[in-house]
């Protein structure tokens, strides 16, 4: 297992700070987004992520944790040490077991096909180059592994849009999430099929449902994850 490469370009540390500040009043200030809309929807993307081994990326405080699968081993990784040590409290009080590391998504310390499949829920908005991280989301997915994301993203009214595109660099500096991206368009970029896409809230929501395919011939065979993990913060 290849440690983590250390977090070190500005923009990554950036996002690492603006998550570290807001891990301990993260929850609370999602409350009602929770109770409203984001509960159900959690429920719903999870539903169909299976497989014998899989990622999760940016889990943060671990609100997807009640939604793995017990029959599934997860791997789960963050940019924040204290969103991480949220997450793994979350996992203790639950009694489930993740595998949590501390990684960028950008250069994610897995080998090639480690995973069946991934999922992220409101991430890609935050990760500073998002079709960098998708890349290596395909890279360390199997190949035909399936890809499942919940995003919000810029509104498709172009009004609202250029509302969101005036707001981000406010939202950007308070919460560390982009609000103007277009997440469906970084997926197709970095080579991830888009086999399904849903829209709720205004288009402002998507629910993305991807696949790998096959990648070319010659390159790795599947090595999966070492048990013990290098910047596993929850050894338990
Ligand atoms: C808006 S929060 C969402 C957390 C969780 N997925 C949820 O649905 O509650 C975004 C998370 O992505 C993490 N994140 C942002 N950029 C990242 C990166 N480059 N690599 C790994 N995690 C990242 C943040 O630390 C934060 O925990």
């Not at 501390?102 to 991430?123: E, G, I, K």
Request: glycine share 6%; hydrophobic share 40%; net charge neutral.
């Amino acid at each position: 297992m290849p440690a983590s490469p250390p977090i070190e370009t500005e923009e990554s540390l950036t996002t690492q700070r603006r998550y570290d500040r807001q891990a301990a009043l993260f929850d609370l200030m999602e409350v009602p987004f929770e109770f409203l809309a984001f509960g159900k929807l959690r429920r719903r993307l999870w539903g169909d992520v299976d497989g014998a081994i899989v990622l999760e990326i940016g889990v943060g405080t671990g609100k997807n944790i009640p939604f793995h699968r017990a029959d599934t081993r997860t791997v789960a990784v963050d940019i924040s040490p204290r969103m991480l040590r949220r997450a793994a409290h979350r996992a203790r009080r639950l009694e489930r077991d993740v595998d949590l590391v501390l990684a960028d998504a950008q250069h994610l310390p897995f080998p090639d096909s480690a995973f069946d499949a991934a999922s992220a829920t409101f991430v890609f908005c935050s990760v500073p180059d998002p079709i960098a991280g998708l890349q290596e989301v395909r890279r360390v997915v199997r190949d035909s592994g399936r890809v499942h994301l919940l995003e919000h993203v810029r509104a498709p009214n172009p009004v609202v849009g250029r509302l969101m595109d005036l707001a981000n660099p406010i939202a950007v500096r308070m919460s560390g999430a982009n609000i103007n991206r277009d997440t469906v368009s970084s997926v197709a970029k970095a080579g991830i099929a888009l086999d399904d896409v849903e829209s709720r809230g205004f288009g402002i929501i998507k629910i993305v449902r991807g696949s790998t395919g096959q990648r070319p011939s010659g390159q790795e065979e599947r090595e999966p994850p070492a048990q013990e993990m290098t910047n596993d913060v929850a050894s338990r």
